[in-house]
């Protein structure tokens, strides 16, 4: 039995990765100096792994930016806006144009990966363009030997899994897209072959999702062709997050290996294999230990699974593994200095994990007795954080039970209350806000320092956040928008924030994960019984509506985004966490309301991401994500308006489940997708107010008037203007106060030129 990997965080122990990024964009380093550093932080990975005992270790797993967008560029697949490009080996600058834009030319489109809360640059595919302008797997594969004396695994996604999550093309064109596709995919593994590469790892976890028989049939057809052009390289076809569809036809592809996923297959995986077998000329890659998730594995269990799958593969075809790419965890649990020894000796993350795999293959090789003094350790910190009184909440536990029989609802329906809240807020038709952060500063990070460093007191801290809130009210009045925030200047992250004022919450000091380009999030970890303790909003609420007549808008972060994107608790279900989050926000909700806040956007941006991948699956979540939202929402006043943000899915298929969410008001990116959401509207009425982001906020450039109202004017063709708010299409604690009040300045101009022309020639719509 050996042990592998399948991926490795690129952003480094304390976020080397992410600092280099943005020293190379803001011109502090030129571009060698940034290909050095970045290498530095690569080779790095790679002796950590070997270090660890791993056999089979991944190259090409790390990136400049995003993986799908390393397809897109060693395919040429360069759209056509970027006119830099003239072919050949796409350079870091329009690299970097199609991931996050320019000053002239907007980036691709950016979509979450799978059920994560990583983000993927989407391909434009265009059958003409494609060409190979680099073997990037190979590059990667050499680097590892000529520097480092490794025999690597080289990575790359999988053809079908390319296509799948492309876009630019109608199904009708499919068949050209796989004959153009094909000479490529078969030129990088020839020449991987003739360089000696003796397995490499083809990720395919479409494979995972409800593919059809036809489909399935594509892969078979696929994988036969390459099967062929390189018949000395051994093929890895991977697959993680759920189980294969399609199990008996996926262990009989012309490869010769199969990754399963053993942790989030829901059981399927598993009892596919026993059913019906596994072929004994292949390899079982076997994903035994959580790559998504930062609890230790119980150790007894993985033996007894390990056991399980030598009944019917022998130990010699397996390989041991993570589920998936550990990118999704943080690098490692050495660097948490303040947890308690309770919770922390009960973590694991990406080394700790690849230390957990060395570990198994040892006690399989040697003998379960050689690891057994490890066993008994790790089963007594399981035992010791399950009796702990932060996981024995009768209360929370009980009202959970209450309320999973509770029907939750507004009194009333949509259109009467709405009208009711239109004669209590007496705003203009296409009103202007925003989603609810403003710039985070250096000034505010500094401050936020201080105060959690001790130097300043909880006054201070204070007085600076109402500053800063006195000072944005200004400028929102300034700028014309007609419902303002107070700008979240006291919250570090919309999750971790709720986090750190809730009980059943600790949080890491490092546990740093990437979620799109630089951007890397250090999601809190659910380790307890969550419950309500005090109101956590309402004091900057208060303060921000004092400072003006216009509406300020109360912010909150949804039951299911905050579980989303939060480490949670492995040993009771995330239905029961996602209810008990939900009492808690109602709270939270009653108590801004009661304080005069009459208008709450309860933001759930990760409800789609949740969803499982496989449609069987999906109604069982979406009944209790969807009560959970409603229970926080609904026990408000008529005249409160409930608005709620989503961002990067694919709505047109999820158009009846915002439905029923039943908030007053959604706001829903359209920008970075170029207006196409504005089609699912096309097809299918939606009756409640929408905002459909008009620029996006995730490139530094500032949009023109002209774009934004070719935006809106197309968004009021399918729906009603009485039901169309103007916004951005997320929040802008990232961006720079310039360019923010730039664009928020023609974003309302955009929208009172509109109302101009729509007062100047009245319409239905």
């Known amino acids: 039995m050996k042990s592998s990997s399948l991926g490795y965080p690129r952003i480094g122990e304390d976020r080397e990765w992410k600092r280099t990024l943005e020293a190379y964009w803001s011109g502090k380093i030129d571009e060698a100096e940034f290909t050095a550093q970045l290498k530095a932080i690569r080779l790095g990975n790679l002796q950590k792994q070997k270090q660890r005992g791993i056999d089979i270790i991944p190259v090409n797993d790390f990136t400049f930016y995003d993986q799908m967008l390393d397809m897109s560029v060693m395919f040429g697949l360069v759209p056509d806006r970027y006119s830099a490009y003239e072919g050949g080996s796409v350079p870091l600058s329009v690299y970097y144009s199609m991931a996050r834009g320019n000053n002239d030319e907007v980036a691709s489109e950016m979509t979450k990966w799978f059920n994560t809360n990583y983000h993927y ?124 569809e399609h199990y008996q036809e996926v262990i009989e592809l012309k490869v010769q290996g199969i990754g399963l996923d053993f942790a989030h297959d829901k059981g399927r995986n598993l009892s596919n294999l ?69 919770v922390k000796d009960a973590l694991a993350f990406a080394d700790e994990k690849l230390e957990e795999i060395t570990l198994l293959v040892k006690g399989n090789n040697q003998g379960f007795e050689a690891i057994e003094e490890k066993v008994a350790a790790n089963k007594f910190t399981i035992q010791t954080l399950a009796s702990s009184n ?162 300020v808008k109360g912010m909150l972060t949804g039951p299911v985004t905050i579980l989303n994107w939060s480490f949670v608790r492995d040993d009771i279900s995330r239905e029961n966490v996602c209810y008990q989050l939900a009492l808690a926000l109602e709270k939270e909700v009653i108590a801004l309301e009661s304080a005069g806040i009459k208008m709450i956007q309860v933001d759930e941006p990760a409800l789609r991401e949740g969803l499982p991948l496989k449609k069987s699956d999906r109604d069982e979540y979406l009944n209790w994500a969807v009560n959970s939202f409603l229970i926080s929402t609904s026990s408000v006043e008529d005249t409160t308006q409930i608005h709620t943000h989503m961002c990067y899915c694919d709505f047109n298929s999820f158009m ?56 809106i004017e197309r968004g009021i063709k399918v729906l009603d203007k009485d039901q169309f708010w103007i916004n951005p299409d997320c929040g802008l604690k990232t961006r720079g106060l310039p360019e923010t009040v730039a664009s928020l300045k023609n974003m309302v101009e955009a929208a009172k030129i509109v109302r101009e022309n729509l007062l100047a020639k009245p319409t239905g719509k």
């Open 121 to 244: 640059i989407v391909p434009e595919l265009k059958v003409p363009q494609l060409t190979l302008t680099e073997n990037k797997p190979l590059a990667a594969y050499r680097e590892a030997k000529e520097m480092l004396g490794i025999e690597t695994k080289p990575v790359l996604i999988g053809p079908y899994t390319f296509i799948s999550l492309s876009k630019g093309f109608n199904k009708q064109e499919i068949p050209g897209i796989i004959l153009s596709l094909l000479p490529l995919y078969t030129q990088i593994l020839q020449e991987l072959e003739q360089e000696g590469v003796k397995w490499v790892q083809m990720d395919e976890p479409s494979l995972v999702s409800s593919i059809s028989k036809d489909d399935m049939q594509t892969v078979t057809y696929l994988y036969e062709k390459l099967n062929e052009a390189a018949p000395n390289l051994n093929i890895m076809l991977q697959t993680y997050f759920d189980s294969v």
């Open 274 to 342: 026993e059913a019906f077998g596994f072929p004994k000329d292949k390899v079982l890659a076997a994903g035994v230990i959580d790559g998504k998730n930062i609890w230790l594995s119980d150790l007894s269990k993985k033996i007894q699974l390990i056991e399980t799958l030598k009944k019917k593969v022998s130990e010699d075809q397996i390989w041991l593994q993570p589920s998936c790419s550990l990118l999704h965890v943080p690098v490692t649990v050495h660097n948490e200095t303040a947890l308690s020894k309770e």
């Open 390 to 551: 932060a996981r024995n909440h009768g209360s929370v536990q009980s009202n959970v039970e209450k309320v999973k029989t509770r029907t939750a609802g507004r009194q009333l329906p949509f259109k009467e209350r709405y009208q009711k809240q239109q004669g209590f807020f007496k705003l203009p038709f296409l009103p202007s806000t925003t989603i609810g952060s403003f710039p985070q500063t250096f000034e505010v990070k500094q401050a936020r320092g201080k105060f959690k460093r001790g130097e300043w007191t909880a006054q201070q801290y204070e007085t600076f956040v109402n500053e800063e809130i006195g000072r944005w009210i200004e400028i929102q009045e300034e700028i014309g928008l007609d419902v303002l925030v107070h700008g979240e200047f006291e919250r570090t992250d919309m999750v971790e924030y709720f986090g750190h004022k809730l009980g059943g919450f600790v949080f890491l000091e490092k546990g740093w994960v990437q979620s799109y380009g630089s951007r890397c999030v250090k999601p809190p970890v659910i380790y307890g019984d969550i419950h309500f303790i005090e109101p956590m909003t309402v004091r900057e609420s208060v303060f921000a509506q004092s400072l003006t007549k216009k509406t």
């Open 656 to 711: 009846d489940v915002i439905s029923s969410l039943d908030a007053d008001v959604i706001s829903i990116e359209t920008s970075r997708s170029h207006g196409e959401l504005a089609s699912a509207f096309e097809a299918k009425t939606y009756e409640k107010g929408i905002g459909l982001g008009v620029y996006d906020i995730h490139s530094p450039r500032v949009p023109a008037v002209e774009e934004m109202v070719d935006m």
